[in-house]
């Protein structure tokens, strides 16, 4: 061999850093192998890593939520600790002697890395639309079973599949039950046609369609018979004893309190709701919101009130807050459409508000 061909030759090596290709394997699967020269590795790594996070999420619901992480760590732990040792032992077999292939560019490895995160992103949203997610609790309505801070999974396939991302049920095959902790798209306040924003919030279930709801001094009744509060469920004696009217409770003109509440029937699709100048106010925010206006529609009303009768289209809830005396539920908003509801939380992942301390005791709570 040549000068000239010997010059050539080593122009065409470049070493190969091995933190470099960890980091590449770690954060973009695959991309460490391409980067040292393993083309069809890289991809392999890619396909078959994808297809072992489908896997555990399905796992979900084979396993007690509580085991199932322990599964999904320890399985990951293994996974990345043997793509650290592997990419490492490759690296540094070539190190300093290999040999530059075409398509070891930037461009390459940014078309490779852009790719990935868009594949990555239909695969997470499908998932998280279609299966589980995970939530942040925003208030404190639910203290103490969920806290603000807490991060927990919603099994968004608890009582139906949902068509993404569109969050809307193709398929049911559950209903919630009294007692269980829902995820629900909030439909507005008491006298809001159409919510400010669209926001989830996280409540009990109390009764569905067709239920009789009523609170006698913040016992709870379903149906006349007693729903025993679950062991979390927070009450201040001073609004237990108030008996101060709440202007702002539902359904407006009401005469109750937080604490002595109803009774209050949860309509249901097909109910048929008579209707005239004296429970007019009470029902108008509710019709206009089921006939899909936008805002105060005296069109529809009027034709209600001509009628003298109106036939519910859905099927409808009561929820509560754990936290009683400070949480803004359907005694405040009303009831929320049973499509509305986008899962059932089940497990707590960790704890943390902003700028407060990590709360360590709430790892792999379960949610009752």
């Not at 394997?25 to 069809?40: A, M, S, V």
């Not at 997610?133 to 991060?151: A, F, H």
């Not at 949902?162 to 829902?182: D, I």
Request: proline share 4%; net charge positive.
């Amino acid at each position: 061999m040549d000068e000239t061909t010997n010059n050539s030759f080593r122009d065409k090596l470049a070493e190969r850093k091995v933190w470099l290709a960890v980091i590449l394997n770690l954060f973009c699967r695959g991309l460490g192998y391409i980067y040292i020269g393993e083309l069809k590795r890289g991809l392999l790594t890619f396909v078959v890593l994808m297809l072992l996070d489908s896997i555990l999420i399905l796992s979900y619901y084979l396993f007690p939520p509580e085991l199932w992480l322990l599964l999904l760590i320890v399985v990951y732990l293994f996974v990345f600790s043997w793509l650290v040792f592997d990419t490492f032992k490759r690296t540094k077999k070539i190190y300093r002697d290999y040999e530059l292939k075409k398509y070891n560019k930037w461009y390459f490895y940014t078309a490779v890395y852009a790719i990935f995160v868009v594949i990555f992103s239909l695969w997470n949203n499908y998932y998280k639309d279609m299966l589980i997610d995970t939530y942040v609790v925003p208030t404190q309505s639910m203290d103490s079973t969920v806290i603000k801070g807490d991060r927990f999974i919603v099994n968004r396939a608890a009582y139906g599949l949902q068509a993404a991302p569109f969050n809307k049920y193709f398929c049911t095959y559950n209903r919630p039950v009294p007692g269980e902790v829902v995820i629900y798209v909030h439909p507005g306040m008491r006298d809001e046609v159409v919510p400010k924003e669209e926001v989830s919030y996280i409540k009990r279930y109390i009764g569905g369609p067709g239920d009789v709801v009523e609170i006698k001094e913040a016992r709870v009744y379903i149906n006349n018979v007693y729903y025993e509060d679950p062991p979390l469920v927070k009450h201040s004696e001073k609004y237990v004893k108030s008996k101060l009217v709440n202007s702002m409770l539902f359904p407006t003109g009401c005469d109750w309190t937080e604490n002595d509440y109803g009774p209050i029937t949860v309509p249901q699709k097909g109910d048929t709701l008579k209707i005239d100048m004296n429970n007019l106010q009470q029902w108008k925010i509710f019709i206009l919101r089921e006939e899909g206006a936008v805002v105060y529609d005296d069109v529809i009303i009027k034709s209600v009130l001509e009628k003298g009768i109106y036939i519910v289209k859905k099927d409808y809830c009561f929820v509560l807050g754990d936290n009683r005396d400070q949480s803004l539920d359907s005694r405040f908003f009303g009831f929320i459409p049973v499509e509305n509801i986008s899962g059932r939380a089940e497990l707590i992942l960790y704890s943390k508000v902003p700028d407060g301390d990590f709360k360590w005791s709430r790892i792999a709570q379960r949610i009752r």
